[in-house]
């Protein structure tokens, strides 16, 4: 088994991740698969979090504030950006479905900055990355302009037969203002669901050198290195990013082997 990939399971959890169960310092993802009826909840001392309601609906709390009724789309293939919800440490966040649903919850470490608050779908900016066979369409949820200790949060759709996060680049380095640190975790979507998506990992020494082929829910851990994303031809890939490192900068450097392309 790839070390990096980390499959899908059946039943209430689909995937989790941990600072521990990955090796790393910041970065925590969990994804669920809720009936209605259910419920999830996270609460730490230590780390922020941020609840998205990437498909179907659910009743959420977070802290004091009851964000009501999220959620607005019944895919996430459908053309909307989801409804989501902030927490600072030490502060529970939770969720109940109303409808069949999937909930993400993405967690870094927290320092108690910044209140609880909903993030409606409506607030959320979209945009589109890229052309020709290098498009992709990304929804920034939690980016670096908006409030947070640690945590950076999209979502990527990638048509068939293109690639994304590409060229490669990568974002290892804590040299800022040419390259920041940042954990990160890839959360996989495929439609139609028996498709896969190619992912590499791999750094400029190949020290770390794997190639991933994750199905559907399945989760690929980038701790440092190039990570570039493909989607065969007659499937489309939907992805949902979680970043964190010790400063909350996304500032990325292309692999200098391909970025020729750009010119």
């Known amino acids: 088994m790839n070390k990096l990939l980390i499959k899908a399971r059946p ?16 970065v925590g993802f969990a994804a669920y698969r809720l009936q209605p009826g259910e419920s999830i909840w996270f609460e730490d001392p ?13 009743r959420v709390q977070a802290g004091t504030i009851d964000c009501g009724e999220l959620g607005t789309r019944q895919s996430v ?15 529970k966040l ?11 919850i993405a967690h870094a470490p927290g320092f108690g900055n910044y209140p609880a608050r909903v993030i409606p779908a409506s607030t959320i900016r979209r945009s589109v990355r890229g052309e020709g066979t290098n498009q992709r369409f990304v929804t920034d949820i939690l980016p670096a302009d908006q409030p947070a200790d640690s945590l950076l949060v999209v979502e990527v759709i990638t048509p068939s037969g293109h690639s994304s996060s590409y060229p490669p680049h990568k974002h290892d380095t804590d ?23 190619l992912q590499r990992v791999y750094t400029d020494d190949r020290s770390l050198d794997e190639a991933v082929a994750a199905e559907d829910h399945d989760v690929v851990l980038v701790p440092k290195g190039y990570h570039p994303v493909t989607v065969p031809h007659a499937y489309t890939s939907y992805y949902f990013n979680v970043m964190a490192g010790e400063r909350r900068d996304w500032v990325f450097r292309n692999d200098p082997a391909h970025e020729w392309m750009l010119k």
């Open 94 to 104: 939770s969720a109940t479905a109303l409808t069949a649903c999937e909930i993400a």
């Open 46 to 58: 230590a780390r922020e979090a941020c609840l998205v309601v990437i498909s179907g609906k659910a």
């Open 77 to 91: 293939f459908d053309d909307k950006a989801p409804d989501a919800a902030y927490v600072p440490n030490n502060c």
């Open 11 to 26: 039943g209430k959890e689909i995937a989790s991740v941990s600072p521990e169960s990955a090796g790393w310092k910041y």
């Open 175 to 197: 040299d800022l203002p040419n390259e920041s640190s940042l954990e990160e975790t890839y959360y996989h979507r495929i439609k139609p669901a028996q498709g896969y998506i």
